[in-house]
Every structure is written in C-alpha cells, then in structure tokens.
C-alpha cells in the first residue's frame, strides 16, 4: 500500500540512557529535549531501518552532551499526528558525535548518529556454513551468537522473521567473513525480495518486501521534504509544532 500523509501536530525528544548488567540492556529517558530543539533530522530505510539522524540543540548543554557522546547513549524521537490522540515512538538511534559552536554568547550544540542497523556494520563476522543450511538457520544462527546481547543493544523476534510456513532458500556453502551487516545484506540476496533491518523497538527484521514500510506507513506533510524509493527521510523543522 501506498503511505499515507499526515500532518505532525507534536513532537517529544528525550535523551535516554543505556545501562548493560550482564547482557541485558535497560533504558531510563534522562532529559527531555524538546525546548532547546532547533532543527531535527532523521531517516528511516526500508531496507536497514532506522538510518542517520542530526539535531541541532540551542542552550549551554556542553558537559551533559560530551557525557551522552562519550557513553553512546541515544536519542528518542516520539510523533502525535493529526490523526492520533497519543504520541507513538518513530525514532530511536545512538548519539555517535557531538559538535559545540559557540557564536557571540549563543551556544550551539549538534548531535548525529544513527539507528540500531549501524551497530551491525561495528560487529565483525567469521564463521563457515559447510553443511546445506537455509537462510534463516544461517541467520538465527548469527543473531544468537554474534549479535544479541553484550555485543549490540539489537534485541532478536522470532515473529520479525519470515515464517517458518515459507520456503527460504538453502545453500551448500557459505563462508560469511565481513561486517554483520554486509553477512545479512549477503543473506537477504541469497533469499531474494527481502526487506530488513532494525525497526524503533531495536528489534532486528526479515521479511519478504512490500510496499509499505515496517512500521511506518505515514509520511509527512508541511514543513517536510518526503523521498519514497526503498527509503523515507523525515527532514523536520519542528518550528510552530506544540509539544
């Protein structure tokens, strides 16, 4: 199905942070963000989910800041549409740099980094598939050993998976020797028409492709500019939107 337009009438940024105890993550949002918000950018890939995002924060935050860029801790983006009488979460990504500026007595702060699917291209993969083997025994296999638990925050749903029902495509030998992310681009090709990534819950997906998105099915009107090929960008001034 084609996505549907709606207008954002809210928006709520917080800085959430992480806390590993054992190989369990936890998450407690430590500071809501919205007011010092002066442009927020983010992106959403069908296939790779959750991409880049970028905002730009006015207020002397620089201590706070260097300690959410130092830690890693992430960005939580929640929308209400015009449609809606509650606010859902759309985005969720890792804060990877921080830029201060300073300009007169006004100070700027930038945050970039991007969703859980970058946490793949970190992790590195080498193992060899020799027995005839399906794609999702193959993948199973990578995310229980190689990507859940202390070594991404990237959590595994057997039900974001293609059903059992369906008939994935077996191979003889695999030798996977690369990021995990190029081994499930590698994998994904393999099966064929797949669509995948992390969607805002950090749960990893493998689906056959469709036309609408994983968990979007909206795209944005006003102040947006809207790109639809394999890929929706949400470029959003929030300016004039109430929180």
Excluded at 139 to 159: A, E, M
């Amino acid at each position: 199905k084609a996505p549907q337009e709606s207008t954002v009438v809210a928006i709520h940024v917080y800085v959430v942070k992480p806390t590993l105890t054992g190989s369990t993550w936890t998450y407690s949002r430590d500071e809501e963000i919205t007011g010092m918000l002066n442009q927020l950018d983010w992106e959403f890939h069908r296939k790779g989910g959750l991409g880049a995002f970028k905002c730009l924060l006015v207020g002397d935050i620089e201590s706070r800041a260097k300690q959410w860029g130092d830690e890693r801790w992430e960005i939580e983006i929640e929308v209400r549409l015009a449609t809606e009488t509650s606010f859902s979460t759309w985005y969720r990504g890792v804060i990877e740099e921080v830029n201060i500026r300073r300009i007169g007595n006004e100070v700027k702060t930038e945050l970039s980094g991007a969703g859980y699917t970058n946490e793949l291209r970190k992790i590195s993969i080498s193992t060899y598939f020799s027995a005839p083997s399906d794609i999702r025994t193959m993948l199973i296999s990578l995310l229980d050993t190689k990507i859940v638990g202390v070594n991404s925050r990237i959590l595994k749903n057997t039900g974001k998976l293609i059903p059992l029902a369906n008939a994935y495509n077996t191979v003889s030998v695999v030798t996977l020797d690369k990021s995990a992310w190029d081994c499930i681009r590698a994998l994904a090709d393999l099966q064929g028409s797949i669509q995948w990534g992390v969607d805002v819950n950090r749960e990893f997906y493998f689906l056959q492709e469709s036309a609408s998105d994983v968990d979007q099915d909206h795209i944005f009107t006003g102040n947006d500019i809207v790109s639809i090929d394999h890929r929706v960008s949400n470029w959003k001034n929030i300016t004039g939107l109430t929180t």
